[in-house]
T-cell receptor, first 114, second 114 residues
Framework: DAKTTQPTSMDCAEGRAANLPCNHSTISGNEYVYWYRQIHSQGPQYIIHGLKNNETNEMASLIITEDRKSSTLILPHATLRDTAVYYCIVRLRYSGGGADGLTFGKGTHLIIQP | DAGVTQSPTHLIKTRGQQVTLRCSPK?????VSWYQQALGQGPQFIFQ???????QRGNFPDRFSGHQFPNYSSELNVNALLLGDSALYLC?????????????FGPGTRLTVT
């Protein structure tokens, strides 16, 4: 799995868009970008994933640069409930030899300010 | 559609004792992974079960063992508990062998060893 780099922490005002960056310069052609978040003392929650194209779901949007070396998770209208640690993980979607566990880095602690 | 469930929510044990934690995967998922999350750290992969066998294992001692049942539910057993085993234990499920995509996590079991 490609190594990822994220800022340690970020602040965002409630109601504004929160943009969380992730660098993954060693990503290979068939590795996907996944985002999870973990609200304090809860289990991680899958948010979104993408390969090349930008993706959007009911929770967030994912923008992947053309060279795929970085991406941005966008929470369009952040609320206080979006305060959490956000993890960017890069890995293959399928493996003929089975699957191993997710490797979580330190993530970005996003704090939504009222 | 029931998500991943775990029991118990909290548990207090004494050093040297044994503990069993339980997990039911998301409907339609047959692969269960277990993670340990110490305070202030990201989740660490313990092992993964598929077809009632341990398929992948992280860097955890043999004191950590597991089981998967025919209905895909799973147990995590920890023997000879140490103070350092105090952590949030997370269960995650995913569909199918070889699938390395998104995993769905339960709320976790908070284990305190005194």
């Amino acid at each position: 799995d490609a190594k990822t780099t994220q800022p340690t922490s970020m602040d965002c005002a409630e109601g504004r868009a929160a943009n969380l960056p992730c660098n993954h310069s060693t990503i290979s052609g068939n590795e996907y970008v996944y985002w999870y978040r973990q609200i304090h003392s809860q289990g991680p929650q899958y948010i979104i994933h993408g390969l090349k194209n930008n993706e959007t779901n009911e929770m967030a949007s994912l923008i992947i640069t053309e060279d795929r070396k970085s991406s941005t998770l966008i929470l369009p209208h952040a609320t206080l409930r979006d305060t959490a640690v956000y993890y960017c993980i890069v890995r293959l979607r399928y493996s003929g030899g089975g699957a191993d566990g997710l490797t979580f880095g330190k993530g970005t602690h996003l704090i939504i300010q009222p | 559609d029931a998500g991943v469930t775990q029991s118990p929510t909290h548990l207090i044990k004494t050093r040297g004792q044994q503990v069993t934690l339980r997990c039911s995967p998301k409907s339609g998922h047959d692969t269960v992974s277990w993670y340990q999350q110490a305070l202030g750290q990201g989740p660490q992969f313990i092992f993964q079960y598929y077809e009632e066998e341990e398929r992948q294992r992280g860097n955890f001692p043999d004191r950590f063992s597991g089981h998967q049942f025919p209905n895909y539910s799973s147990e995590l057993n920890v023997n000879a508990l140490l103070l350092g085993d105090s952590a949030l234990y997370l269960c995650a499920s995913s569909p199918g062998w070889g699938y390395r995509g998104e995993q769905y996590f339960g709320p976790g079991t908070r284990l305190t060893v005194t």
